[in-house]
């Protein structure tokens, strides 16, 4: 009896050892070692720090330095399937992990890769978590957990591998510990054989320069796609903040109502709903979509392209209204007085043009795109003069001018106030019917001046401001010695106005203009008569004009 109770009693614990051994086994096996790459993005860095912290509670976690100074060891630098194999295999990693983080509004958008160490290749798809703070949310929390440990527990162990192979050096020793029948000569031999390095063949010694070369090619690309990949994101995000500066009426309605939503959520005594895995997943899915139609294709917007600094084209055709208002300076005891000219408002046809050959296609941002050409063309329909005697007599008026001009904007985007600088070849001619008491003009002059642009109200109008210089080479008839003679003869012009859009390329422009042009008579001319000539010591010559037009931009 006593034979038999023992046997019982070690029987029992045979099978409470058993059972302690594979639960301890069980529950190392369903830990797998894991190697979380640094994150991307923004606060990429204290998201991932969250995330590690999370992962280490259910896995062991390999730091990145380790990884990656094994894969400098290696030349596997680059992560792709290749490389996450070769160097997974030296470390024993089952799986690894990368990470992306978006700001998007008020949240991060958290989008993981998982890739298995056994083979490399990615495991499942892309898991994608939210949170609006630079942590893991509770949220966030469960829906990583939903998506990725599944996947991380289907990881084939690495270290089984290694398990195996750890185990034949067990058993070489037990080899060496036998005495060999040839004695302890031969056992030195051998050891020695063993420590001294094995030379390479000339086809190991091609292959392992093969690789060494494919490893520095894949470096220098691996250096190229990150310097590729940080001007995109620039891009990208200088793209987002135009379109976030120029958000729809629809984009503001629904950050409302997500306020609001949010504002009765805290205010409600309820608890939060969990919103499930699938719910999450597709509202992310969708917000995924909206962003990948509205990514960057290397123009701008065509609010920025159409904005004062980045138009190619700016070309409008209208009405213009004119009024010509000359008089003469002279001594008071002038015998004759000089006829002055005294117009009413006359309609025209106006045509004003203004293009950048390099800014065509939007594509170009540097300052050559701002050099440009310009070309104006005003000519009155219907004018008619009287003399004093109240004969009419046949008029005409017209006005061109074309040159070169240059514009600088404060700023990339549509709103960016612009100044520039022109110069211009014009003439300018009012012509009357002779015999006349007015002799005609026929200017022709220089136009240096300056121009500046100001979008307002969502770059709904733009206030217009011009000024130039007007230095006239020549007058025509009026300083024949037969009429007034020669002259010293100078002119400025003034013009300001306003575009009303009517759409981004459409839009409306209204602008009034001043011009005058003096003059300081040498008292050589004939006019009014040879003697009232001398008492004549100048004139000015003003025209005041009012121009309506319709205006396209491209």
Do not use: C
């Amino acid at each position: 009896m006593t034979s038999s109770k023992s046997s019982n009693w070690i029987a029992r614990a045979i099978v409470v050892l058993v059972a302690l051994v594979l639960g301890s086994g069980v529950a190392s096996a369903d830990r797998k070692r894991l190697v979380v790459m640094e994150f991307e993005g923004d606060e990429a860095e204290a998201i991932q720090k969250s995330f590690v912290k999370f992962l280490k509670k259910s896995h062991t976690v390999v730091t990145a330095d380790k990884w990656n100074t094994a894969a400098d060891e290696l030349g596997a630098t680059k992560v792709n399937e290749k490389n996450v194999k070769k160097v997974a295999k030296k470390l024993k990693v089952d799986g690894v992990i990368t990470g992306n983080v978006e700001k998007r509004r008020d949240e991060y958008i958290i989008r993981i890769k998982l890739r298995a160490g056994s083979s490399g290749s990615l495991v499942g798809s892309q898991i994608n978590a939210k949170s609006d703070a630079t942590k893991l949310s509770k949220q966030a929390k469960t829906d990583i957990e939903d998506e990725l440990f599944g996947s991380i527990d289907t990881l084939e162990s690495v270290r089984g591998g290694g398990d195996e192979e750890e185990e034949k050096p067990a058993k070489e020793e037990e080899e060496e510990e036998k005495p060999s029948k040839f004695g302890g000569k031969q056992m030195k031999e051998e050891a020695a054989e063993e420590t001294q390095p094995a030379k390479l063949t000339k086809k190991e010694l091609e292959a392992k320069k093969k690789e060494e070369e494919l490893a520095k090619k894949e470096e220098a690309q691996r250096k190229k796609d990150e310097e590729k990949k940080a001007k995109d994101d620039e891009k990208k995000r200088k793209d987002e903040e135009t379109k976030a500066a120029l958000a729809t009426k629809r984009d503001k309605q629904e950050v409302k109502e997500d306020k609001e939503e949010e504002t009765e959520e805290e205010e409600s005594p309820l608890p939060k709903p969990k919103k499930g895995k699938k719910t999450a997943k597709r509202d992310l899915e969708e917000e995924e979509g909206i962003e990948e139609e509205a990514e960057p294709t290397g123009r701008m917007s065509r609010k920025v392209a159409l904005s004062p600094g980045n138009r190619a084209v700016d070309a409008v055709v209208g009405v213009s209204m004119n009024m010509r208002r000359m008089s003469f300076s002279y001594d008071p005891t002038i015998g004759q007085r000089p006829a002055g000219y005294k117009g009413k408002m006359v309609p025209g046809g106006f045509f004003d043009m203004a293009v950048y050959p390099l800014a065509l296609g939007h594509k170009r941002t540097d300052i050559l795109k701002n050099i440009g050409f310009t070309f104006m063309y005003d000519q009155v329909l219907l004018v008619k003069s009287q003399d004093a005697a109240g004969k009419e007599l046949k008029s005409a008026q017209v006005r061109y001018a074309f040159g070169a001009q240059f514009r600088y904007p404060f700023g990339r985007g549509a709103g960016a106030p612009v100044i520039g600088a022109r110069v211009r070849y014009g003439s300018q001619a009012f012509k009357i019917a002779q015999p006349a008491p007015l002799p005609s003009v026929t200017y022709t002059m220089l136009e240096p001046g300056l121009f500046f642009r100001m979008p307002l109200l969502s770059n709904k109008l733009t206030i217009d401001a011009n000024v130039a210089f007007l230095a006239v080479t020549n007058t025509g008839q009026i300083q024949d010695q037969m009429k007034y003679g020669g002259a010293t003869v100078t002119g400025f012009e003034v013009n300001l106005g306003a575009d009303y859009h009517l759409s981004d390329a459409l839009f409306m422009r209204g602008i009034i203009n001043y011009e005058t042009i003096s003059y300081s008579f040498k008292k050589n001319g004939m006019l009014p008569t040879a003697t009232d000539n001398l008492k004549v010591t100048g004139a000015k010559d003003n025209y005041y004009g009012l121009v309506i037009s319709a205006g396209y931009l491209f």
